[in-house]
């Protein structure tokens, strides 16, 4: 309490200690108080336990000694105590019931992944451009094998293009050998033109195919297939499987490379990455850091999964040569890395 306050109440305390029959209007006379001075000392000396009313004092009043007052004050700290734990274990019981309850349902939708089998070219295709039309955030694509025919790139094409005008983002990777296929690298070239992401690599794990979060469609193993060569997909549903999917996916892009060299006179567009090596997502993630954003935001604000938000984060502060996100986001700016 501020000094004035506890000189006053102390010279109240000394003068009322003992004298039970104390009059406030008496007390201010003998002090020369006024009633406001009175009612801010005997505040402070209740705040201490050491008045407490009555009913019956002539004050209405009654003085504690401190010994009275500390066990006053203690006994009030433990009700209060008390009181919290109270309000936990009912906290506690409300949470368990919650997790006992709505638990199993969450980890069999989790855990429990739908699959099934689509059968035939017509079945398949119909399902992908079905699938496609519907994406809210990116479809990744990785084709493994021989080079994929005309006809079924140029329908891919045509699905990209609808995604892409949409702002979908699509990243796909072919095997090095199928991109020299003249139809291939003319449809890689389109897509690259078109906005999409184009990667190659020598070695290829699965034909894979993934549509944001939730699904998925892989070839189904050269093993189980018809022997008159039909073609068939596995389409799954479910955040394990996916995103263990998704981790492929990532892994195979990040050990790719671009078909070609970009060039000034390639189209209209700007290239994926400008003299800096900054692809427009990762200038997208240096704004969002620059922002404090954190990477489960900076993931549902581009529409990416956290886990490559945050491997891209560790590469750029890498790269920037920073210690920490903000410095990352700082050292970027300095560079010009944030101008557009």
């Known amino acids: 309490m501020p000094d004035v306050r506890r000189s006053h109440a102390e010279e109240l305390y000394a003068r009322i200690a003992g004298d039970p029959l104390w009059r406030p209007e008496q007390v201010c006379r003998e002090l020369d108080w006024s009633d406001e001075e009175l009612a801010t000392a005997v505040g402070e000396l209740a705040k201490l336990s050491l008045l407490v009313e009555s009913r019956t004092a002539p004050s209405g009043w009654t003085v504690l000694t401190p010994e009275s007052a500390v066990h006053t004050l203690v006994d009030q700290a433990m009700r209060s105590s008390l009181s919290v734990l109270d309000e936990v274990v009912d906290m506690r ?35 992908l451009e079905n699938a496609t039309r519907h994406a809210r955030y990116r479809v990744l694509s990785m084709h493994p094998g021989r080079p994929l025919p005309a006809p079924a ?22 095997l090095a050998s199928a991109a020299a296929a003249p139809h291939v690298a003319d449809y890689l070239r389109r897509l690259g033109e078109l906005g999409g992401q184009v990667r190659t690599a020598h070695v290829l794990p699965m034909r894979l195919i993934v549509i944001d ?23 799954v549903r479910g955040e394990l499987l996916v995103g263990i999917l998704e981790d492929v996916f990532d892994h195979c892009w990040g050990g790719g490379t671009p078909p070609v060299p970009r060039t000034a006179g390639a189209g209209p567009r700007e290239p994926e990455s400008d003299r800096s090596g900054l692809t427009e997502r990762h200038r997208q993630i240096l704004q969002l850091l620059s922002g404090g954003l954190t990477d489960e935001a900076i993931s549902r604000k581009l529409g990416v999964s956290e886990r ?29 890395w944030l101008e557009p």
Do not use: M, W
């Open 213 to 235: 979060h939730t699904l998925a469609f892989v070839a189904l193993p050269r093993s189980l297939r018809a022997p008159d060569g039909t073609v068939a997909s596995v389409r």
């Open 153 to 174: 790139l140029h329908s891919g094409l045509e699905r990209d293009t609808a995604a892409l005008e949409r702002g979908i983002e699509i990243r796909t990777i072919h």
């Open 93 to 127: 019981r409300s949470v368990k019931s919650l997790v006992t309850t709505f638990q199993p349902i969450h980890c069999r939708s989790v855990t429990e992944p739908q699959l099934d089998i689509l059968l035939g070219e017509a079945e398949v295709t119909a399902a």
């Open 308 to 336: 490559t938000v945050g491997r891209q984060v560790a590469e750029l502060i890498s790269r920037l040569g920073a210690e920490s996100r903000f410095q990352a986001g700082v050292n970027a700016a300095l560079l010009g």
